[in-house]
């Protein structure tokens, strides 16, 4: 144990004083690369010392920025790993409540907007030199894309029968993260959304590649959301009606994808009972398989309400979103009662 804690110790100290010598004068140029094997060992090391719980909010930011400091000033990687590129991004969420510890003090949640500050300076910085300096101009669209139409998947989609795993959602929140460092976020983002939302999937128990690419959407305009690269009209600002002294809600065009969006998250709340059913009753566990399944469904239908929010926030002229809103709590709380009002044989 005390071997683990001095390692991750010593990966903290090396980052912070590479980055501390690195910062400190400005004449200093990149003469050195990162391999792409000690990022991924770094990784792993940092993960297993946030997972550990033994190091503190401000210890995490730190290291963090450490490290974004430290590939701010090395040589760029000619031939970047896609993959490595993005499990890096995902270990800078987006700032979000949900991402910070409820316990934080008005003293730490100041020390470590400024990290993160500096820190999304230095990623900027690293990802427009990978390449040939052009590489994330062209990786950002066309992850986004290959994203929402599976191409990037590390599973098969019918292994994944309710919600939405884990590491799906971490890439989606790595390439919205990816955009935003590459600027013009929303141009990036918008024809990858509107790839799965251009028309609303009928929701069952059986998932379809119509379902799978719109939720993907829906989590590609979430975390954009959270970033602040999808918001106002969508490209970022909100627009004022002086005339009316009121805030002008988006165009048509973004509006229809948001209905779209928002359309397809209550089918799936209002379906949820329905395959709640189906999943129990297509297997003999008995309520060991009934607990699991409604466990996922908890998470999931979580998930689902939390996007409606994060939407609603981002873009809170839309008439859309905050009819959805207003109607969402009543028509989904009628449903999931009548779900679970229904007897269950044991």
């Known amino acids: 144990g005390c071997a683990k804690i001095t390692a991750r110790g010593a990966v903290a100290l090396l980052y912070r004083s590479v980055a501390d010598a690195l910062e400190s004068d400005e004449r200093v140029t990149a003469t050195a690369a990162l391999e792409p094997a000690t990022i991924s060992a770094t ?83 690293w990802v427009r030199k990978l390449g040939d300096g052009k590489w994330s101009t062209n990786a950002a669209p066309a992850l986004a894309t290959a994203f929402v139409s599976g191409q990037l998947l590390p599973f098969v989609e019918t292994e994944l029968s309710l919600g939405v795993d884990k590491a799906e959602r971490e890439m989606a929140m790595s390439i919205c993260t990816l955009c935003s460092l590459e600027g013009n976020p929303s141009e990036l983002l918008w024809p990858a959304i509107h790839k799965g939302l251009q028309s609303i999937p009928s929701v069952s128990c059986t998932k379809t590649p119509a379902i799978y690419r719109a939720t ?78 409604t466990g996922n469904a908890s998470t999931y239908i979580a998930t689902l309400i939390s996007q409606i929010k994060i939407m609603h926030e981002a873009f ?31």
Request: some cysteine.
């Open 43 to 125: 990784i792993r090391s940092i993960q297993a010392a946030f997972a550990s719980g033994g190091a503190p909010k401000l210890l995490q930011v730190g290291l963090m920025r450490d490290v974004s400091l430290a590939l701010k000033h090395t040589l760029p990687w000619q031939k970047p790993d896609v993959s490595l590129i993005l499990q890096v991004l995902a270990m800078y969420p987006p700032e979000d409540a949900s991402f910070l510890s409820e316990g934080s003090s008005r003293f730490e949640t100041t020390e470590s907007k400024n990290s993160e500050s500096l820190a999304r300076s230095a990623l900027c910085a």
């Open 216 to 293: 993907r959407s829906v989590t590609l305009l979430e975390f954009g959301c959270l970033e602040g690269a999808l918001s106002g009209i969508g490209n970022g600002e909100l627009v004022y009606d002086e005339n009316n002294r009121t805030l002008m809600p988006p165009p048509q065009s973004i509006e229809a994808m948001l209905s779209n969006a928002v359309q397809f998250l209550m089918l799936q709340l209002m379906s949820m009972p329905i395959i709640l059913e189906g999943d129990t009753s297509d297997t003999n566990d008995g309520g060991a398989s009934r607990s699991s399944s």
């Open 316 to 346: 809170p002229t839309s008439r859309y979103l905050s009819c959805a809103v207003d109607d969402m709590l009543q028509k989904s709380s009628e449903s999931l009662a009548a779900g679970c009002c229904k007897p269950i044989d044991s």
